[in-house]
């Protein structure tokens, strides 16, 4: 049986502008599936909109575009997919996989992040309550192709956890996996700090009869303090007139080695040599990268 025909997606968050660490996340998921004649979709996960930012989709959309990326299909805005996710959330109660839970965040302090079970069998009604997912005692692991082998134990290291939040907004780790599955996503490029949401997001594959992906996760930029790249920390968005030297930039962030004579050439022209020469292997094996050492 043939594998299925690459499919990958850049699915950034209007919580703010494109910064250099989103263009390396977007530059990586890009050439590798351009490298292998695959399809390239752009998400929009729109999911939270008291964190979102007034403007930022259509800022997003004119950073990528002036960039020289060009996407498959329409964008898809996750703001669209509720009607879903509140089927599958039903369909998780009904099978007895997922249940109301009242705990406020002062009662999960002192928990260490794992959630202890406390409404698991309380039989609390759906109002006013976020939906849990009900994890098995076991552990999950997968080979990244960038960053290797990973384990995690979800009983021990994460609990049962939120599917929809207790203000009714659905959490990232329910969306993010029926979109990849819908989209039929094949390989997941994306940045490190989403390496520990990856055994979640397994299971619930696993739960909803989807598909595994490919995972491919590249090292996530961070600022001096240890930070990473993001409008919390001020991060400058990206300048449309810099983007030439801000892709190549990216590319050796990426371990790629872009020519000198590639310098004051034209975006599309950059992103062709990038995926003339991509080589995943090349990225470096690490969580992070400082900034200030990518100039």
């Not at 202890?116 to 039989?123: I, L, N, S, V």
């Not at 006013?128 to 990973?150: K, S, T, W």
């Not at 491919?216 to 990473?228: R, T, Y």
Request: hydrophobic share 40%; charged share 25%.
């Amino acid at each position: 049986m043939n594998a299925p025909a690459y499919v990958g997606r850049f699915a950034p968050t209007p919580s703010g502008y494109l910064h250099f660490g989103s263009l390396v996340a977007a530059l990586a998921s890009y050439l590798d599936a351009r490298a292998v004649g695959g399809r390239w979709l752009l998400r929009m996960e729109d999911l939270d909109p008291p964190r979102e930012m007034p403007g930022a989709q259509d800022a997003i959309l004119h950073a990528l575009e002036s960039y020289g990326f060009e996407w498959d299909g329409e964008l898809v805005r996750q703001s669209e997919r509720h009607d879903r996710y509140a089927e599958v959330i039903d369909r998780l109660i009904e099978r007895g996989l997922a249940y109301a839970c009242t705990c406020s965040r002062k009662q999960l302090e002192g928990h260490g992040g794992v959630y202890p079970g406390t409404c698991r069998d309380a039989g609390h009604d759906r109002h006013d309550a976020a939906i849990r997912l009900r994890v098995p005692d076991r552990e999950y692991a997968f080979v990244d192709r960038v960053q290797g082998e990973f384990h995690q134990h979800l009983g021990r290291d994460v609990g049962d956890f939120v599917i929809r939040r207790r203000d009714g907004l659905y959490a990232y780790q329910l969306a993010v996996v029926l979109d990849d599955g819908w989209q039929g996503v094949t390989d997941v490029v994306r940045g490190a700090d989403l390496l520990d949401s990856t055994p979640r997001q397994l299971y619930l594959q696993e739960v909803l009869g989807l598909p595994h992906p490919r995972y491919l996760h590249v090292p996530l930029i961070i600022q001096p303090d240890g930070h990473k790249l993001g409008k919390s920390y001020r991060s400058p968005p990206l300048a449309a007139d810099q983007a030439s030297p801000l892709l190549l930039r990216a590319l050796r962030a990426l371990g790629q080695q872009p020519p000198a004579d590639l310098e004051g050439s034209l975006p599309g022209a950059v992103l062709a040599w990038g995926i003339a020469h991509w080589d995943a292997t090349r990225i470096p094996r690490s969580r992070t990268l400082a900034e200030a050492q990518l100039r």
